[in-house]
């Protein structure tokens, strides 16, 4: 493989054909992203451009996701580490820095418990709380965080976009997330939000992968990680009570709050964000 900047790869795990970034592909040590959603794309070129100084990093649009096509494909929680697992086989990658965002950060959980021996640290940026029952439980937080900040048109507009996206309309939870990401920036900044990535998102991975979060097992706690961990929230973060379940969870990690922030901390408070990024890495 050449050294470019950015070089985008198809990797296959069975009939799954996964796109695959990789920045500054020169450096030694790895860093993971894992997107949000899930379901739902992001580039996460803030994150990108300052871990890329050091780091080769690799980012990679889920199964169903993108250009990343699963056309016959399962959603198991057991396919998404085997993705993490073929990818990193592929690339030769033995050890990794893993970072997660959201649905990525609960994703990062569960691959760090399952391969905790290929973890070279674990950066948990506003992750989901958990799975199973716990999963329900920031579903609700989360909807009454739209609830709260969304005009009552545009609410009812959301809850019928969303019941038409459970459906499998595709264009339906398109505009469910245009006005997702809206309420996520509501109050720190008017970023804009391309079109381009609201065309990434398709029902099925959404739909699927949600029902195969909440049968999962419980995670179990971590006393003591062989490699570092940091986690963050935005002040004004969408996860209410049930992220303590994730300072539960990993008790001897490093806990920062971020101020005058949202769910999206590169975008809200950028500089913050940074500061704790630069911490950990």
């Known amino acids: 493989m050449k050294n470019h900047a950015q070089n985008t790869i198809f990797i296959q795990n069975g009939t799954v054909k996964l796109a695959v ?18 379901g739902v794309p992001d580039d996460m070129v803030e994150v990108v451009d300052q871990l890329k100084k050091n780091y080769k990093v690799i980012t990679f649009e889920q199964r169903g996701v993108g250009l990343s096509s699963c056309t016959k494909c ?127 998102i398709f029902s099925k991975p959404i739909n699927k992968t949600r029902k195969e979060i909440i049968k999962y097992k419980n995670l179990s706690v971590i006393n003591t990680p062989k490699y570092p961990i940091t986690i963050t929230y935005g002040s004004n973060d969408i996860y209410g009570e049930s992220k303590t379940e994730v ?20 975008k809200n408070n950028k500089e913050a964000f940074i500061h704790s990024l630069n911490n950990h890495y």
């Open 247 to 266: 300072f539960k969870r990993f008790p001897t990690a490093v806990f920062k709050i971020i101020q005058n922030c949202g769910h999206i901390p590169w």
């Open 21 to 38: 970034t990789i920045h500054s592909a020169e450096k030694i040590e790895t860093v993971i992203l894992l997107h949000g959603g899930p």
């Open 74 to 200: 399962s959603f198991t929680i057991k396919d998404y580490i085997l993705d993490i697992d073929v990818i990193t086989t592929k690339l030769a990658i033995k050890s990794f820095h893993l970072f997660g965002h959201s649905w990525g950060g609960l994703y990062a959980q569960i691959y760090a418990e399952e391969r905790p021996e290929k973890i070279k640290s674990l950066f948990l940026c506003s992750p989901s709380s958990g799975t199973n029952k716990i999963w329900k439980k920031t579903e609700k937080e989360v909807l009454e965080f739209n609830k709260n900040i969304t005009p009552k048109k545009e609410w009812l507009l959301m809850g019928w976009n969303s019941l038409l996206g459970v459906l499998g309309n595709n264009n339906a939870y398109r505009k469910l997330f245009l006005q997702v990401f809206k309420n996520y920036h509501k109050g720190f900044s008017e970023s804009k939000i391309e079109t381009k990535i609201l065309k990434k």
